[in-house]
């Protein structure tokens, strides 16, 4: 049984800051590589970040390289996205998920190979100019 909560948006002033965060409820979190995605109105919804299981290994979407880190804390079962710099085009509802295959090989960050879990709530994001 997966289960993932976010938390920590809001609304923000472009080039402000917020941290989010995702509480996942999952027996072997630690095994399990973390990312987050994103879903803006009217559009598909689209990959963010990754970080592997141990959190040695990083992927960013090459937009939003140098603005955006992800982390993790296997302690806590919690993955975060930091997001400095942002604008208005960030807005958007964000959501995390897990690859529930195992997965440690090479190309561990491809999401087309990614087993998903159920997607939470996701928690909005809004960027004024």
């Known amino acids: 049984q997966v289960q993932l909560v976010e938390s920590g948006g809001g609304l923000v002033q472009a080039g402000g800051s917020l941290r989010l965060s995702c509480a996942a409820s999952?027996?072997?979190?630690?095994?399990?590589?973390m990312g987050w995605f994103r879903q803006a109105p009217g559009k598909e919804r689209e990959f963010v970040a990754a970080i592997s299981w141990s959190g040695d290994s990083t992927y960013y979407a090459d937009s939003l390289k140098g603005r955006f880190t992800i982390s993790r804390d296997n302690a806590k079962n919690t993955v975060y996205l930091q997001m400095n710099s942002l604008k208005p085009e960030d807005t958007a509802v964000y959501y995390c998920?897990?690859?529930?295959?195992?997965?440690?090989?090479?190309?561990?960050?491809?999401?087309?190979?990614?087993?998903?879990?159920?997607w939470g709530q996701g928690t909005q994001v809004t960027v004024s100019s």
């Open positions: 998920n897990a690859d529930v295959s195992s997965y440690h090989g090479s190309g561990w960050f491809l999401i087309n190979r990614w087993h998903f879990g159920p």
């Open positions: 999952i027996r072997t979190y630690s095994n399990y590589t």
